[in-house]
């Protein structure tokens, strides 16, 4: 196989793993999350959400978390932001990075943002606008990319549509999301490919969920593909509150255990990484789906005398 030599893991626990726990996270539980994450060398961690506390009750702290965090030098801190209020919010909470969700289809956009996909494009083409005059990058997931919980199977070439305006907008990096989780390897090859040959010099990542079990296999049809930004959620909390039935995103530390088994290099500390899965366990005080967190690394075997 024709492998990357290095990835970058984008952690989203701390926003996308959290947003739909019942019970408010106090934000010094998040900041120690977020501590943990940093100093197991996780690159890339979105922090918080900049919505409405309405929309988002879990999210409610989110200036309050970023100015407390003790940030490691060569960590970015991304914040999530629907529009350029929230923009305006985290610029000025120092986020070293704007995430704008737009959906690729009207029902998802309808229930995610309460916007049409059109607002919503025209929403995030403001948010950088405000973030290119203070000099930070603005990545943007487009989500449902493989299927809507309301409209079903979503054809390749919408999704490609709406990469086109997000480009000419000034986005500077695209994640292909399968927000419900229903992508398959084939479909996931079939849409990297046709990303990469209409912009191959646009930054692509890849956001899978594990609602059917192929959220991993999917993760090695983008490695094949040449992909080397993955988006994973510490101990696999998470799922899209207004997406009926998904359920949560691909786990960092069975993403990263399978990058170091193919030789591809993270910068991430395995056992510092299962020490923030515990943690993030003890946060959210229930099971979760982190497989390493049950079996452990692979055993090392004493050499035999």
């Known amino acids: 196989m024709q492998l990357p030599s290095r990835v970058q893991v984008t952690e989203v626990g701390p926003r996308d793993g959290l947003q739909s726990e019942p019970a408010f996270i106090p934000t010094e539980r998040k900041v120690a999350l977020i501590e943990a994450l940093a100093a197991a060398g996780v690159p890339r961690i979105e922090a918080t959400s900049f919505v409405h506390p309405r929309a988002v009750p879990q999210m409610a702290d989110a200036e309050a978390v970023l100015a407390s965090i003790r940030r490691r030098p060569g960590t970015r801190y991304t914040a999530l932001v629907p529009n350029a209020r929230g923009a305006e919010r985290a610029l000025a909470a120092r986020a070293d990075e704007l995430n704008v969700v737009v959906s690729s289809t009207e029902a998802m956009s309808q229930a995610n943002v309460r916007m049409s996909v059109a607002e919503s494009i025209a929403a995030c083409a403001a948010v950088v606008r405000l973030a290119e005059a203070a ?19 979503v054809a390749p070439q919408r999704v490609l549509d709406v990469v086109a305006r997000l480009v000419d907008a000034g986005v500077a990096e695209i994640t292909l999301a399968d927000t419900i989780g229903v992508a398959n390897p084939r479909q996931v090859e079939q849409l990297v490919q046709a990303v990469q040959a209409r912009w191959p010099q646009l930054p692509l990542g890849l956001h899978f969920h594990d609602t059917r079990g192929l959220g991993l296999a999917n993760v090695l049809a983008g490695l094949q593909n040449g992909v080397t930004r993955y988006d994973a959620s510490v101990a696999g909390v ?12 691909i786990t960092t ?14 910068g991430i500390d395995l056992a510092a990484l299962l020490d923030a899965a515990r943690l993030m366990r003890e946060v ?10 049950r079996a452990g690394p692979r055993p090392v075997v004493p050499a035999q005398p």
């Open 238 to 249: 998470g799922a899209c509150p207004f997406a009926p039935g998904a359920t949560g995103n």
């Open 284 to 293: 959210v005080g229930h099971e979760v789906p982190s497989r390493l967190l």
């Open 135 to 153: 000099h930070v990058p603005v990545a943007c997931a487009v989500t449902t990319c493989f299927g809507c919980p309301y409209e079903g199977p």
């Open 253 to 266: 530390e069975d993403l990263v255990y399978l990058l170091h088994e193919l030789d591809i290099t993270t």
